[in-house]
């Protein structure tokens, strides 16, 4: 019988492609080239399953190349570059990468919260320069962390694990927004109404909520305008969450102290005006890059494969 043939749209972890190629007749991506719009629909054209990334866009049209691709095994937990509904149309099976990322991406928020509020980024670019002349007291001085309140955006698995992180870890408050009742946070908090209510209250905010439709522009220029002038903005989940255009212009006019970003709307591109400031981190999507992280999204969505083409429901069916 022969073995169904999985596209695998970028380079992954040795044991992953491994894996698949004994599996499957896996067509891999060694030189790990993005494919253009045309590749990615030719590719699919005799393809059974497809083994995507968060950098295609699989649109309608994508989806309509593919007469014969039965399943989208989807190497993220977020999905909001798959046209779900056009998937769904064409009865084609989405599935993606819930848990495997929890810690990983919790940790880079974290990182990234540490970094905009004590000015890292910053520092390491006066070091490099050689210009740095030694230690002053009132040099690059930034935000104390500990202690302070932590709003929360979206109290899912990522949003309970950087609350984790940051009560344990850093003595803050938390406080969030979630749009169902949170019965188990893990740790003593309080879920607030409204999105509004956790951008006044909160001295750092982080975005943990899914990006696409039903998300897209939460945080829009007015809902900037509630956050406190010394607050932080924090945003590991999607770009498209935050209104970007609104976003520089709070940051250009200082009436949010900073962010740190590593998501934008239209990946990889990142508006000038951002990479301008100083008072923002950028890190190019790094939320999952850890070895193990990456190589346990790889094994689910191989595993999500293999049960769908054994006729067993797939563990992380999304559609
Ligand atoms: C995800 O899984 O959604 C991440 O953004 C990719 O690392």
Request: net charge neutral; charged share 25%; glycine share 8%.
């Amino acid at each position: 019988m022969s073995r169904p043939r999985v596209i695998v749209t970028r380079r992954l972890p040795a044991p992953v492609e491994a894996a698949l190629s004994e599996r499957f007749d896996a067509v891999l991506n060694p030189d790990d080239v993005p494919l253009s719009r045309q590749d990615l629909a030719a590719a699919m054209r005799d393809a059974d399953a497809v083994l995507c990334t968060v950098g295609d866009r699989i649109d309608a049209e994508v989806i309509g190349a593919a007469p014969r691709a039965r399943l989208l095994a989807n190497f993220a937990v977020g999905y909001n570059h798959i046209d779900i509904r056009a998937a769904q149309a064409a009865g084609v099976v989405v599935t993606n990468t819930p848990g495997v990322l929890t810690d990983a991406t919790a940790d880079l928020a974290l990182t990234l919260l540490l970094m905009v509020a004590r000015r890292a980024a910053e520092g390491e670019r006066l070091v490099r320069s050689g210009a740095w002349n030694g230690w002053a007291p009132t040099q690059l001085l930034g935000a104390q962390v500990t202690g302070k309140t932590l709003g929360i955006i979206g109290m899912g698995r990522i949003g309970k694990a950087m609350a984790a992180r940051c009560c344990h870890g850093l003595r803050m408050r938390i406080v969030h927004y979630n749009r169902s009742r949170v019965t188990e946070p893990g740790v003593p908090c309080r879920q607030l109404p409204t999105v509004e209510d956790v951008l006044r209250e909160a001295d750092f905010v982080s975005i943990h909520c899914p990006g696409g439709e039903e998300n897209r522009g939460l945080i829009s220029a007015e809902r900037l305008a509630l956050m406190k002038p010394t607050a932080y903005l924090i945003n590991t989940a999607r770009g498209d969450v935050v209104d970007e255009d609104a976003l520089i212009e709070a940051l250009e006019n200082r009436r949010i102290a900073g962010a740190g970003l590593d998501v934008y709307a239209d990946e990889p591109r990142v508006p000038e005006a951002l990479r301008a400031l100083d008072n923002v981190v950028l890190l190019p999507h790094l939320g999952s890059a850890t070895r193990e992280t990456r190589e346990a999204m790889g094994m689910k969505a191989f595993e999500n494969l293999v049960a769908f083409f054994e006729g067993r429901e797939p563990p992380d069916r999304v559609v």
